[in-house]
């Protein structure tokens, strides 16, 4: 079975799918009728309609679970500022409104959209092109390290894009009172004090944090979603796309759990350099003076919070993705196709 079947063998009409019930039942689906294809795979619209969702995925989840983002970096950066996550929300909500709890909002929104896009649309463009590199046969066998190789490339420069906006977020999130009024605020208070150079001083722990992340994200959703369809009696393509979406989803949730403990020294370190790194610091020291005063155990503060959030984030972003692909007419993200 190739790892990249022909565009000629997939149907990829840039259409809504059709109200006409021409299943056997609402998960099983029967064959779709032929359509002339409007978005041929692997093409520039390909990588492009794969960029846009990318952009959905990321954006509106990351920016849905900002109050348990703010939480969890508060928590990094002073362990003993909250007991847990509803008495941190009541007391955030009491000295800085209900608007407190959204602290980060429109960084979040902006950077993780820029992400989304890379990360996705790169990945697809990865995928492919290394496994033309190395042909089918060796792509198939060897398909975890291609899944591996492509996410963190494509990480690499998403993660360029991210980090000016997770500078602002953290920065805004982790001082009490905020740091910014805005992202836009944020922006001008960095670049003043420390030139464009400060939005970057966190870059170095966040491709630590986010580059074996999105290579535990994708390999691990990749090789679940495989391992699900095994398990079903039916071949993917037999499935209905509420089914399909539905298997995305499962497979980006256990994904996701995967992903936030790899990640997580990271994460907080990143948070950590963001809120406390000195002028003039360079970011190994910064590193080696944190670490010397927190520790190991250290590295793992706000974990059960993070595997929640991740865990479902990670899923959602998925579900959105592959909905996206699939309302647009284009196959779902991995198994059999």
């Given at each position: 079975?190739?790892?990249?079947?022909?565009?000629?063998?997939?149907?990829?009409?840039?259409?809504?799918?059709?109200?006409?019930?021409?299943?056997?039942?609402?998960?099983?689906?029967?064959p779709?009728?032929?359509?002339?294809?409007?978005?041929?795979?692997?093409?520039?619209?390909?990588?492009?309609?794969?960029?846009?969702?990318?952009i959905?995925?990321?954006?509106?989840?990351?920016?849905?679970?900002?109050?348990?983002d703010?939480?969890?970096?508060?928590?990094?950066?002073?362990?003993?500022?909250?007991?847990?996550?509803?008495?941190?929300?009541?007391?955030i909500?009491?000295?800085?409104?209900?608007?407190g709890?959204?602290?980060?909002?429109?960084?979040?929104?902006?950077?993780?959209?820029?992400?989304?896009?890379?990360?996705?649309?790169?990945?697809?463009?990865?995928?492919k092109?290394?496994?033309?590199?190395?042909?089918?046969?060796?792509?198939?066998?060897?398909?975890?390290t291609?899944?591996?190789?492509?996410?963190?490339?494509?990480?690499?420069?998403?993660?360029v894009?991210?980090?000016?906006?997770?500078?602002?977020?953290?920065r805004?999130?982790?001082?009490?009172?905020?740091?910014?009024?805005?992202?836009?605020?944020?922006?001008?208070?960095?670049?003043?004090?420390?030139?464009?150079?400060g939005l970057?001083?966190?870059?170095?722990?966040?491709?630590?944090?986010?580059?074996?992340?999105?290579?535990?994200?994708?390999?691990?959703?990749?090789?679940?979603?495989?391992?699900?369809?095994?398990?079903?009696p039916?071949?993917k393509?037999?499935?209905?796309?509420v089914?399909?979406?539905?298997?995305?989803?499962?497979g980006?949730y256990?994904?996701?759990?995967?992903?936030?403990?790899?990640?997580?020294?990271?994460?907080?370190m990143?948070?950590k350099?963001?809120?406390?790194?000195?002028?003039?610091?360079?970011?190994?020291?910064a590193?080696?003076?944190?670490?010397?005063k927190?520790?190991?155990?250290?590295?793992?503060?706000?974990?059960?919070?993070?595997?929640?959030?991740?865990?479902?984030?990670?899923?959602?972003?998925?579900?959105?993705?592959?909905?996206?692909?699939?309302y647009?007419?284009?196959?779902?993200?991995?198994?059999?196709?």
């Amino acid at each position: 079975m190739p790892l990249f079947p022909p565009s000629s063998t997939i149907t990829t009409a840039f259409t809504a799918p059709s109200s006409k019930k021409t299943a056997e039942n609402f998960w099983i689906s029967a064959p779709a009728e032929s359509a002339k294809p409007k978005i041929e795979l692997y093409s520039r619209d390909y990588y492009l309609a794969c960029t846009v969702g990318g952009i959905l995925a990321c954006g509106p989840t990351h920016s849905a679970v900002t109050p348990l983002d703010l939480v969890k970096c508060r928590r990094q950066v002073n362990p003993t500022l909250y007991t847990g996550n509803f008495q941190a929300w009541r007391s955030i909500i009491a000295t800085e409104g209900f608007g407190g709890i959204w602290t980060g909002l429109g960084a979040t929104m902006v950077g993780y959209s820029f992400q989304g896009a890379g990360k996705y649309g790169f990945y697809e463009i990865f995928k492919k092109k290394y496994a033309d590199i190395v042909g089918e046969e060796t792509a198939h066998k060897y398909r975890t390290t291609l899944y591996l190789l492509a996410s963190a490339s494509a990480e690499v420069i998403a993660d360029v894009f991210l980090c000016p906006w997770e500078a602002i977020k953290v920065r805004t999130q982790t001082t009490i009172p905020p740091f910014a009024s805005s992202v836009f605020d944020g922006y001008s208070k960095i670049t003043a004090a420390e030139g464009f150079g400060g939005l970057y001083k966190g870059l170095t722990p966040l491709w630590a944090r986010q580059v074996p992340y999105t290579m535990v994200k994708f390999a691990s959703f990749e090789r679940t979603v495989e391992a699900i369809y095994d398990m079903l009696p039916k071949d993917k393509s037999e499935y209905s796309m509420v089914t399909q979406t539905g298997v995305s989803f499962l497979g980006g949730y256990i994904a996701g759990i995967f992903c936030a403990v790899v990640s997580h020294p990271a994460d907080v370190m990143v948070s950590k350099i963001n809120a406390e790194k000195q002028p003039g610091e360079s970011v190994g020291t910064a590193i080696s003076r944190i670490y010397s005063k927190i520790g190991f155990s250290g590295l793992w503060n706000g974990l059960p919070v993070r595997i929640v959030m991740v865990g479902t984030l990670t899923g959602l972003q998925w579900l959105l993705y592959d909905s996206f692909k699939a309302y647009i007419g284009l196959p779902t993200t991995g198994g059999k196709k």
